[in-house]
């Protein structure tokens, strides 16, 4: 097992969230527990199902508020949920970093995707309630590329350096032998398959401006979600 990679919020990264309540006050909801992100920029921080006392995300544990990096395969991941809402959100807190994603303290919506054939109508007033833009992409790729340009969450090589490239490989060799047991259902539940990394954390500015993101390997500044040399 590899040492705890630190990593500071706020870090974006892709999810889909069920939609909850009677039509023209519907709600953001978590698709396995269904329960309601709060509005208006608020944030939902995680609590544990299994245990009380966990400080969400308890490493070795599946609580914390998740999401997918967002590469070209997660965009494509999370486009496909049918009846689900894909989007990007903004996390916070304490973040334990995966190779395909991450869980972290506390979320709340950045941006809501849509794509033809879905409820613009529905969209609309999601984003209306809780203040996250609505970002229309034909494609998955346009969704890898809109993350991409804007910066927002870590890119395939900073994983790759936080994590250590044999963290990474060892867990695509395990990844595909599951594959074969059971396709994923849905977002949270890819997420919780994922059982590497460590959890740690450290206070730092917004994403949007150079930080540093602290791996095994020692502290890396990261701008955009690219390495930089200070
Ligand atoms: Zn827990």
């Not at 009677?22 to 608020?42: D, M, Q, V």
């Not at 396709?183 to 994403?207: E, F, N, T």
């Not at 993101?213 to 955009?224: A, I, Q, T, W």
Request: glycine share 10%.
């Amino acid at each position: 097992m590899a040492e705890p990679p630190l990593v500071a919020g706020p870090l974006y990264g892709l999810r889909t969230w069920a939609v909850a309540g009677p039509p023209g006050e519907e709600r953001l909801a978590g698709p396995e527990r269904r329960t309601p992100w709060p509005t208006g920029g608020e944030w939902l921080c995680a609590t544990c199902e299994r245990d009380a006392r966990h400080v969400a995300p308890e490493h070795d544990c599946v609580c914390g508020i998740h999401a997918l990096h967002p590469n070209a395969a997660n965009a494509s991941r999370v486009l496909r949920v049918r009846r689900q809402v894909p989007g990007i959100v903004e996390c916070d807190g304490p973040v334990e970093v995966h190779p395909e994603g991450f869980r972290a303290r506390r979320g709340r919506p950045h941006a809501l995707v849509l794509v033809p054939g879905r409820n613009a109508g529905l969209l609309g007033r999601l984003s209306r309630a809780y203040g996250a833009e609505v970002i229309e992409v034909r494609r998955a790729a346009d969704l890898e590329r809109v993350c991409r340009e804007r910066g927002l969450g870590l890119t395939p090589a900073v994983v790759d350096e936080i994590l250590g490239p044999d963290t990474v490989r060892e867990w695509r060799r395990a990844a595909q032998r599951r594959t074969r047991i059971a396709v994923a259902r849905v977002v949270a539940v890819l997420v919780i398959a994922l059982a590497l990394a460590a959890v740690g954390y450290a206070a730092l500015p917004k994403q949007s401006g150079p930080h540093y993101v602290y791996g095994r390997s020692g502290r890396h500044l990261v701008e955009n979600g690219r390495p930089v040399n200070p």
